[in-house]
């Protein structure tokens, strides 16, 4: 798919009112931790949670999409003040329509972010697909936008700020800060 340019991605970043997420390699570095009993661990990035964060301070959701399930998920979406967790899904575009009806938007006015070929399906369905550095080459095919941060590294953080300077917002999380 060919990339936008600066303008044409700006228009688009306008138009998010949903942001969908996948959760290993996109909200995470990709690296599961399986303990002796089988538990795992995944690592997530502070500045990425901020940026799901900030986001729902400006009222544009984001969702969890993820093909597999983990307790690790939940509590972290808690945190970040997700608006719903999708796990167990597959394909993801199986919970799309329900996704739009429910948020009232178009596909048009959701951004994707994915990272490997479970994601593929639900690239193609959305108005900003989004892939972070280090995806897959199929991916970042398939994505209108490769963000400069790999997965789990600051990607998330990237595109929430992208969405929210394209709309104004961003002034109004400064003064949140106190900046």
């Known amino acids: 798919m060919a990339k936008l340019t600066e303008e044409e991605l700006k228009a688009r970043l306008k138009q998010i009112k949903l942001l969908l997420l996948d959760v290993d390699g996109v909200l995470t570095d990709g690296r599961i931790i399986y303990d002796s009993r089988g538990r795992d661990s995944k690592f997530f990035d502070v500045h990425d949670g901020l940026g799901v964060f900030v986001l729902h301070k400006s009222q544009i959701p984001t969702i969890l999409i993820?093909?597999?399930?983990?307790?690790?998920?939940?509590?972290?979406?808690?945190?970040?003040?997700?608006?719903?967790?999708?796990?167990?899904?597959?394909?993801?575009?199986?919970?799309?329509?329900?996704?739009?009806?429910?948020?009232n938007v178009t596909s048009e006015q959701v951004c994707f972010m994915g990272d490997d070929l479970v994601d593929l399906s639900l690239m193609r369905k959305v108005g900003l697909p989004v892939a972070v550095a280090n995806a897959s080459s199929e991916i970042k095919e398939a994505a209108l936008f490769v963000t400069n941060h790999s997965g789990g590294r600051g990607a998330v953080r990237e595109i929430a700020e992208l969405i929210l300077k394209s709309q104004d917002k961003w002034k109004d999380v400064l003064r949140f800060y106190g900046a």
Do not use: G, N
Not at 88 to 99: H, Q, Y
């Open 66 to 103: 993820t093909a597999k399930s983990s307790k690790t998920i939940k509590p972290r979406a808690k945190d970040m003040h997700v608006a719903e967790v999708f796990a167990d899904i597959f394909p993801k575009t199986a919970v799309l329509d329900k996704i739009l009806t429910k948020y």
